[in-house]
């Protein structure tokens, strides 16, 4: 398979993660079908990312002939085989749950063409544990984004032990194409590059603030203010989700028995309180709701 074979795409899952890169691929020119077993949760979606290019069309930044015509090429639906079997390309953006990869993959196997690459966006769980649900390993890889999509401008490309280079190399170039910037991973870890070295800086900033010794705003004040941060690491777990960040500690704690992998006391209390971030309205900070989803 060739990069210019790859014409249409299907993103799996429409939260936060799902949908704006869904809306990264249209922009891009490229159609693409978003799915979601919830209506509701697909009519967020389009609200919120209504809002989002609204507020870039005011900023001048895209104009609105662009995002008139990148909402064109966006299909939302409720339905696994519509979505893929036209598909060339499949990015998965579910919860952050290995059983319910699995499944998914499985069903995207049975559901999508033979010639379609199927995509993970985890950026824990490596494709290496989803593959083999699927009679296409070769064909399976991660394609992590980092939250939000629509900004931040890194993918990492993860080649595991069964992934073939082709697969990689179109992985590769269709984020490019897409106007994102790539690296090429040629050995899988969990956690990858970029989210690794984030970790160290999250466990530490939870260590300062269990023992006392700053608060939160504080300890993202240094962040921002000392180390050229652009958000802190505590407004960062709103944004991305006190959930996720639980869901991936988990996980990582289910495959290494590592009692140091487990979520922090800190990130559990939040979790099951249910004060997730910015998604429910209140983290570590407070939160008013997105005037996007009320549109």
């Given at each position: 398979m060739?990069i210019?074979?790859?014409?249409?795409?299907?993103?799996?899952?429409?939260g936060a993660?799902?949908?704006q890169?869904?809306?990264?691929?249209?922009?891009?020119?490229?159609?693409v079908?978003v799915?979601?077993?919830?209506e509701?949760?697909?009519?967020?979606?389009?609200?919120s990312?209504?809002?989002?290019?609204?507020?870039?069309?005011?900023?001048g930044?895209?104009?609105?002939?662009?995002?008139k015509?990148?909402?064109?090429r966006?299909?939302?639906?409720?339905?696994l085989?519509e979505?893929v079997?036209?598909?060339?390309f499949?990015?998965?953006?579910?919860i952050?749950?290995l059983?319910?990869?699995?499944?998914?993959?499985?069903?995207l196997d049975?559901?999508a063409?033979?010639?379609?690459?199927?995509?993970?966006?985890?950026s824990t769980i490596v494709?290496?544990?989803?593959a083999?649900?699927?009679?296409?390993?070769?064909?399976?890889?991660?394609?992590?984004?980092?939250?939000?999509?629509?900004?931040?401008?890194?993918?990492?490309?993860?080649q595991?032990?069964?992934?073939s280079e082709?697969?990689?190399?179109?992985?590769?170039?269709l984020?490019?194409?897409?106007?994102?910037?790539?690296i090429?991973?040629?050995?899988?870890?969990?956690g990858?590059?970029a989210?690794?070295?984030?970790?160290k800086?999250m466990?530490?900033?939870?260590y300062?603030?269990?023992?006392?010794?700053?608060t939160?705003?504080?300890?993202?004040?240094?962040?921002?203010?000392?180390?050229?941060?652009?958000?802190?690491p505590?407004?960062?777990?709103?944004?991305?989700?006190?959930?996720?960040?639980?869901?991936?500690r988990m996980?990582?704690?289910?495959?290494?028995g590592d009692?140091?992998d487990?979520?922090?006391?800190?990130?559990?209390?939040k979790?099951?309180?249910?004060?997730?971030g910015?998604?429910?309205?209140?983290?570590?900070?407070?939160?008013?709701?997105?005037?996007?989803?009320?549109?």
């Amino acid at each position: 398979m060739h990069i210019d074979q790859v014409k249409q795409i299907a993103v799996i899952g429409s939260g936060a993660m799902g949908s704006q890169i869904a809306m990264v691929c249209a922009l891009a020119g490229y159609p693409v079908t978003v799915q979601d077993i919830q209506e509701e949760s697909l009519q967020k979606a389009k609200a919120s990312l209504e809002g989002h290019m609204e507020r870039r069309v005011k900023k001048g930044r895209l104009t609105a002939e662009e995002v008139k015509a990148a909402f064109e090429r966006l299909h939302f639906t409720t339905s696994l085989e519509e979505a893929v079997r036209e598909a060339d390309f499949v990015i998965e953006a579910i919860i952050e749950k290995l059983d319910a990869k699995r499944e998914l993959f499985a069903k995207l196997d049975q559901l999508a063409p033979p010639h379609a690459i199927l995509a993970t966006n985890s950026s824990t769980i490596v494709s290496s544990k989803i593959a083999d649900a699927t009679q296409r390993p070769e064909k399976v890889c991660n394609m992590h984004f980092f939250n939000p999509a629509l900004v931040m401008e890194l993918v990492e490309v993860v080649q595991g032990p069964h992934t073939s280079e082709e697969t990689a190399q179109v992985t590769f170039d269709l984020t490019k194409r897409i106007n994102k910037t790539p690296i090429w991973l040629k050995k899988e870890i969990s956690g990858f590059v970029a989210n690794r070295i984030l970790g160290k800086v999250m466990d530490e900033a939870i260590y300062l603030l269990e023992q006392g010794i700053a608060t939160h705003e504080e300890i993202d004040l240094a962040c921002t203010k000392a180390l050229n941060h652009p958000i802190g690491p505590f407004a960062l777990m709103d944004l991305t989700g006190i959930d996720v960040n639980y869901l991936v500690r988990m996980q990582r704690y289910q495959e290494t028995g590592d009692p140091a992998d487990k979520p922090s006391k800190t990130v559990m209390e939040k979790y099951e309180r249910g004060e997730w971030g910015r998604k429910t309205g209140k983290g570590f900070y407070t939160y008013t709701e997105d005037p996007a989803l009320k549109k």
